[in-house]
Every structure is written in structure tokens, then in C-alpha cells.
């Protein structure tokens, strides 16, 4: 069956960067993008971006761009997301989601099952 | 970038329907998809498209949309679907590979 498992929770420092891993499985790995979504305590999802893993194209949210890198590694099927100079506020889960991408209508029909990253001094 | 608009709290009596709704420009050039999270849980897409349900989505899960603004309509809500309830879709401004979430709507069943 299709998957997403996400690697485990994670303590950094602030300052510190995180890489958080996604490995699928159960599809053709290529063939579909992946998006990372975040979700801190008590608040709403929020989009990080999307890499295209056929190509390892990517595109950033504003809001995180220079600090955040998406990569992917097609003979394990993962995809990672870097996230640098961690501070307080980036405490959340983060979110690895699929979509076909391609053509439309766009959705995200299959999420892992989410990554706990904490900043905390 | 764009923005999508959601009601922060709707309340529905068992077995009504209840309306959830989600504005933004984008919905003028792209569908919304609507995600279902319950608590510590991750969010399940629910209706995507012009209205359409994925495998294991009850029936009662439905979606429309008009201009600016893109529905979830649930009937005959059950205490079951008491849950956050997101909208996304692309973002028609700047990167169209770009998204963007609604702030989420708290269904709570009465």
C-alpha cells in the first residue's frame, strides 16, 4: 500500500538545523510531487514548499526561502526537508505529503503521518 | 501570494448539515481540496476537484464551488466528523507550483 514514513521526533537548539526525512513506498516514486506542510501547537497547517522528485526541481514559500532546502534521493525513494538557524517559532510538526502535480485538479491525497521537531534551549 | 479565508468555528446538531466555506482569489483559477484532521492526528483529504471523494470518504462528505469561494457542505453530520477542517489550493499569484492553506474551520457536533 501507498506510504509516507517520516523520520523521528527530533530536539534541536536554536541556531541548529534539522533534516527531516520522508521515505515512500507502495508508487512510482517520480511520479508524483512532494510537499512539506507544517503545523505548530494549537495552530494551522502551513505550506514549506514542494520539490518535484522526477527532476529535484523545487519551489519555496516566501517565508521560508534561504532557510529551508528540499532534496530527494530517487534509489531510496526519500525526500528530505533542511531547515536552518531553527528558532522557537519553528516548533512543529512537519508534514511530508504527496500530489500527483502534473495535471489537475491538485490535491495532496496521502500525508505521512507527521515529524515533531522541538527548538528549545 | 494568495490568501484563503475560513471561518475559524461552525457548530452543527447531529444529523444536520452544516456549510463550510473558504474564500480567496485563487479559487477563481484552481479547485479546492478539503482536509479532514482530527486531534493529534494527520490531516485526510476528504473532497478534492470539482467534487470529488476518495476511497473510504462517506457520501455525506460533498464539495462545490462558485467564483471565489469553494464549500464543504457535510450532510447529516455525525460526531465522528467533529474535527479541524482545512481548504488549499494553488496559488494563482507569483510560483503556480506554490499553495496555500485556509486558517481552518473547528466543526464541533452538537
Same mark, same amino acid.
Given at each position: ?9 527530533? +530536539? ?24 512539506? +506542510? ?34 530527494? @534521493? ?15 517559532? @519553528?516548533?512543529? +510538526? ?22 515533531? +521537531?522541538?527548538?528549545?534551549? | 501570494?494568495? !490568501? ?11 444529523? $444536520? ?18 482536509? $479532514?484532521?482530527?486531534? #493529534? ?14 476511497? #473510504?470518504?462517506? &457520501? ?19 460526531? !465522528?466528523? !467533529?474535527? &479541524? ?8 499569484? #507569483? ?7 485556509? #486558517? ?7
Amino acid at each position: 500500500q501507498v506510504q509516507l514514513v517520516q523520520s523521528g521526533a527530533e +530536539v534541536k537548539k536554536p541556531g541548529a538545523s534539522v533534516k527531516v526525512s520522508c521515505k515512500a513506498s507502495g508508487y512510482t516514486f517520480t511520479s508524483y510531487y512532494m510537499h512539506w +506542510v507544517r503545523q505548530a501547537p494549537g495552530q494551522g497547517l502551513e505550506w514549506m514548499g514542494i520539490i518535484n522528485p522526477s527532476g529535484g526541481s523545487t519551489s519555496y514559500a516566501q517565508k521560508f526561502q534561504g532557510r529551508v532546502t528540499m532534496t530527494r @534521493d530517487t534509489s531510496t525513494s526519500t525526500v528530505y526537508m533542511e531547515l536552518s538557524s531553527l528558532r522557537s517559532e @519553528d516548533t512543529a +510538526v512537519y508534514y511530508c505529503a504527496r500530489e500527483m502535480g502534473t495535471t489537475t485538479p491538485y490535491y495532496m491525497d496521502v500525508w505521512g503521518k507527521g515529524t515533531t +521537531v522541538t527548538v528549545s534551549s | 501570494s494568495s !490568501e484563503l479565508t475560513q471561518d475559524p468555528a461552525v457548530s452543527v446538531a447531529l444529523g $444536520q448539515t452544516v456549510r463550510i466555506t473558504c474564500q480567496g482569489d485563487s479559487l477563481r483559477s484552481y479547485y479546492a481540496s478539503w482536509y $479532514q484532521q482530527k486531534p #493529534g492526528q494527520a490531516p485526510v483529504l476528504v473532497i478534492y476537484g470539482k467534487n470529488n471523494r476518495p476511497s #473510504g470518504i462517506p &457520501d455525506r462528505f460533498s464539495g462545490s464551488s462558485s467564483g471565489n469561494t469553494a464549500s464543504l457542505t457535510i450532510t447529516g453530520a455525525q460526531a !465522528e466528523d !467533529e474535527a &479541524d477542517y482545512y481548504c488549499n489550493s494553488r496559488d494563482s499569484s #507569483g510560483n503556480h507550483l506554490n499553495v496555500v492553506f485556509g #486558517g481552518g474551520t473547528k466543526l464541533t457536533v452538537l
